[in-house]
């Protein structure tokens, strides 16, 4: 039988390297995910503490042209608007834009990142291999790194949608306020309004942040979904290592069996590696006793390298062809 009586069409155009095609494994993903409207309502919860920071400075600025140029009583006392005004912003410099907004913004986030993830992991991956769609993409010329590639990819957008995205509107929002935020790395220092680095400094840092939690939390997600596939064990598991790991790692530690029991704590090591991005000498905001910032990162990079070969050990594992 001739190939024009099978109808056969021969592709006309160009051949693309394997690599593009990440990102169509990506997308596909990401609009299966979009097509969710739990997923929109989790964003939506998610962007309240974006909304709370952003809408904060305003607020503080409204408080400050508002109050009346006569003494303030407070029971007893009397006090001028404009000692308040300072009182106000020194105890609330978390909405200052310096360092300490991103990061807490960062540290806050967490929760909303990790409900948000719970969902989209069996979305993006584990039907995949419910539903053995895995063998689809491996029979296509592509290599398994491609198809592991994609999936990070496109769990990488779902963090940067909720953390990366509203930190640069935040950082942008500040800087127009005075563009001296933008260009001097001393703003926070001759402003006498903060501490840390502004200008570009500020948004390596915020950068530099978004990417640690990018590259690993997407990798662990990708991971954690390809071995348990559906949504319900995929909480219990993510609960477990985001919060009892936590809870566990601090009972050690006040029991005086050691601060290097911190470094279990894969959110803490998380939030090291971003308060060093974000130019913090040390991690202080959480508990005393931290680990470095190397000793952090390496325990994230070794976790990272055993995903990696699970991974490889689990797409070698699915059958092609019967």
Same mark, same amino acid.
């Given at each position: 039988?001739?190939?024009?009586?099978?109808?056969?069409?021969?592709?006309?155009?160009?051949? =693309?390297?394997?690599?593009?095609?990440?990102?169509?494994?990506?997308?596909?993903?990401?609009?299966?995910?979009?097509?969710?409207? #739990?997923?929109?309502?989790?964003?939506?919860?998610? !962007?309240?503490?974006?909304?709370?920071? *952003? *809408?904060?400075?305003?607020?503080?600025?409204?408080?400050?042209?508002?109050?009346?140029?006569?003494?303030?009583?407070?029971?007893?006392?009397?006090?001028?608007?404009?000692?308040?005004?300072?009182?106000?912003?020194?105890?609330?410099?978390?909405?200052?834009?310096?360092?300490?907004?991103?990061?807490?913004? *960062?540290?806050?986030?967490?929760?909303?990142?990790?409900?948000?993830?719970?969902?989209?992991?069996?979305?993006?991956?584990?039907?995949?291999?419910?539903?053995?769609?895995?063998?689809?993409?491996?029979?296509?010329?592509?290599?398994?790194?491609?198809?592991?590639?994609?999936?990070?990819?496109?769990? =990488? &957008? &779902?963090?940067?949608?909720?953390?990366?995205?509203?930190?640069?509107?935040?950082?942008?929002?500040?800087? !127009?306020?005075?563009?001296?935020?933008?260009?001097?790395?001393? *703003?926070?220092?001759?402003?006498?309004?903060?501490?840390?680095?502004?200008?570009?400094?500020?948004? #390596?840092?915020?950068?530099?942040?978004?990417?640690?939690?990018?590259?690993?939390?997407? !990798?662990?997600?990708?991971?954690?979904?390809?071995?348990?596939?559906?949504?319900?064990?995929?909480?219990?598991?993510?609960?477990?290592?985001?919060?009892?790991?936590?809870?566990?790692?601090?009972?050690?530690?006040?029991?005086?069996?050691?601060?290097?029991?911190?470094?279990?704590?894969?959110?803490?090591?998380?939030?090291?590696?971003?308060?060093?991005?974000?130019?913090?000498?040390?991690?202080?905001? =959480?508990?005393?006793?931290?680990?470095?910032?190397?000793?952090?990162?390496?325990?994230?990079?070794?976790?990272?390298?055993?995903?990696?070969?699970?991974?490889? !050990?689990?797409?070698?594992?699915?059958?092609?062809?019967?």
């Amino acid at each position: 039988m001739s190939v024009q009586l099978l109808h056969y069409r021969a592709w006309q155009g160009t051949f =693309g390297r394997p690599l593009w095609s990440v990102w169509p494994i990506a997308r596909v993903a990401l609009a299966t995910l979009f097509r969710r409207r #739990l997923f929109w309502v989790l964003y939506a919860a998610g !962007l309240l503490l974006f909304l709370m920071f *952003f *809408f904060g400075a305003y607020l503080l600025d409204w408080v400050e042209t508002m109050l009346p140029a006569t003494p303030i009583k407070i029971g007893k006392l009397s006090t001028e608007p404009e000692r308040i005004v300072p009182i106000l912003r020194q105890g609330l410099r978390i909405l200052n834009g310096s360092q300490e907004t991103f990061m807490y913004f *960062f540290i806050y986030q967490s929760s909303m990142v990790m409900v948000v993830l719970t969902l989209a992991g069996s979305v993006l991956v584990g039907d995949d291999f419910t539903h053995r769609s895995l063998g689809f993409f491996l029979s296509k010329p592509i290599k398994r790194w491609h198809y592991l590639a994609a999936k990070c990819l496109a769990a =990488g &957008v &779902v963090i940067n949608l909720l953390t990366t995205l509203p930190a640069l509107v935040l950082f942008a929002q500040h800087g !127009l306020d005075d563009w001296e935020y933008f260009t001097n790395p001393s *703003f926070f220092t001759r402003t006498g309004t903060g501490n840390g680095p502004a200008g570009w400094p500020l948004l #390596l840092g915020i950068l530099g942040y978004g990417c640690a939690l990018t590259v690993f939390l997407s !990798l662990l997600l990708v991971t954690a979904a390809s071995w348990l596939r559906r949504t319900m064990p995929l909480i219990m598991v993510w609960t477990s290592l985001f919060l009892f790991v936590r809870l566990l790692a601090g009972m050690l530690v006040d029991l005086k069996y050691g601060d290097r029991w911190r470094l279990v704590d894969m959110w803490n090591n998380l939030c090291v590696v971003g308060s060093w991005c974000l130019g913090f000498e040390s991690y202080t905001m =959480g508990p005393a006793g931290q680990p470095t910032f190397l000793e952090a990162s390496l325990v994230l990079t070794g976790v990272c390298v055993l995903c990696l070969i699970y991974l490889n !050990l689990r797409t070698r594992a699915v059958e092609i062809v019967r």
